[in-house]
């Protein structure tokens, strides 16, 4: 089915099913995602809508993850209130829609420090993980925003025990933090190794382990 920008949602919905693929769905499933379409073909349907906000809205409000992954990509990231961000930060709780919520969304407003704050203040571990997301983010972007000392205080801490999701979260801002900040990088990958969270996470050939020693060395011998 061909979609236009004065698609509706049901026409949306019935390109979703004539996408759907039982391969691609049972792999997304061991991911913790409940949708079965290709994900290039779902972003050639979202090119083809254009942006569109109150498309976006409605396509978010079925509760369905396909078209909300289509409501993230024609969303217009400008539009919303910091209220609405936590509102479909509350509903994107599978790995895909939170991902594609903060890279398209949340990262895209000059909200997220006041989301992320937010975020850190919940106690769903699956918005925890959210926050310590963006906080990697910062450790990046805007670390003169960030106490660093004190986020390694608290992954020394608590990271060993996180739920999966937010431990992956707070890892990652542990090795963002060793990656760039040079003088706390001998502390964060005495954490790292202390710890040994990830130490056996299967990687790819090509691919850098997420264990964040090994992480932090080889993106800073990269960088240079």
């Known amino acids: 089915m061909e979609l236009t920008p004065q698609s509706s949602v049901r ?5 979703l099913e004539e996408l759907e693929d039982p391969k691609h769905r049972t792999i997304n499933e061991k991911h913790g995602d409940d949708f079965g379409v290709n994900l290039s073909k779902l972003r050639a349907l979202a090119k083809a809508l254009k ?9 978010w409000a079925t509760s369905d993850t396909g078209c909300r992954l289509v409501a993230l990509l024609i969303a217009k990231p400008r539009t919303f209130t910091v209220e609405k961000l936590q509102a479909w930060s509350k509903d994107a709780t599978t790995p895909k829609v939170q991902a ?3 890279n398209y ?12 704050l937010v975020l850190l203040e919940q106690e769903d571990p699956v918005q925890l993980a959210a926050g310590w997301e963006l906080t990697a ?24 025990t996180a739920p999966d999701r937010l431990q ?19 502390r964060a990958l ?28 080889e993106m800073v011998k990269r960088k240079a």
């Open 11 to 15: 026409d949306v919905q019935l390109a």
């Open 51 to 59: 942006s569109n906000q109150e498309l976006a809205d409605a396509l």
């Open 100 to 102: 594609w919520f903060l």
């Open 105 to 116: 969304i949340v990262k895209k407003t000059k909200l997220l420090e006041e989301l992320r």
């Open 137 to 160: 983010h910062q450790v990046v972007k805007a670390p003169e925003l960030l106490d660093l000392e004190q986020l390694l205080d608290t992954i020394e801490a608590q990271m060993l």
């Open 168 to 186: 992956w979260a707070m890892n990652t801002t542990l090795a963002q933090i060793g990656i760039e900040n040079e003088a706390l990088r001998p």
């Open 190 to 217: 005495a954490i790292g190794e202390s710890l040994q969270v990830l130490a056996d996470y299967p990687t790819s050939a090509g691919c850098v382990s997420p264990f964040a020693p090994i992480w932090i060395t």
